[in-house]
């Protein structure tokens, strides 16, 4: 079992930065691939970035690619979205998910655990 907790969502101006972090707890953490994922107002909930178990293999949405950085720290059970050059379009609910699976993972369907989302607003 793994539970996750997102924190470090707010608003911001676009254009602007904000760090995502998803806190695990649970043996599992360091053999999950993880990702972050994001779910505007009537739209579905859409993948942003994805990170295997160690690190070695990560995979980002076209809309965040160069500006969004997924990274992991397994000696802290914490998986990281650094988030850049902020712009409207990318305010949602943000969730981090964790897989059984290690390896990478891309489709929301694999994921087998969430957490409750944390809130990024970008102003224009």
């Known amino acids: 079992q793994v539970q996750l907790v997102e924190s470090g969502g707010g608003l911001v101006q676009a254009g602007g930065s904000l760090r995502l972090s998803c806190a695990a707890s649970?043996?599992?953490?360091?053999?999950?691939?993880m990702g972050w994922f994001r779910q505007a107002p009537g739209k579905e909930r859409d993948i942003v970035a994805a990170i295997s178990w160690n690190g070695g293999s990560t995979s980002y949405a076209d809309s965040v690619k160069g500006r969004f950085t997924i990274s992991r720290d397994n000696a802290k059970n914490t998986v990281y979205l650094r988030m850049n050059s902020l712009k409207p379009e990318d305010t949602a609910v943000y969730y981090c998910a964790a897989s059984n699976n290690p390896v990478l993972v891309t489709t929301s369907a694999r994921y087998n655990y969430w957490g409750q989302g944390t809130q990024v607003t970008v102003s224009s």
């Open positions: 649970g043996r599992t953490f360091s053999r999950s691939a």
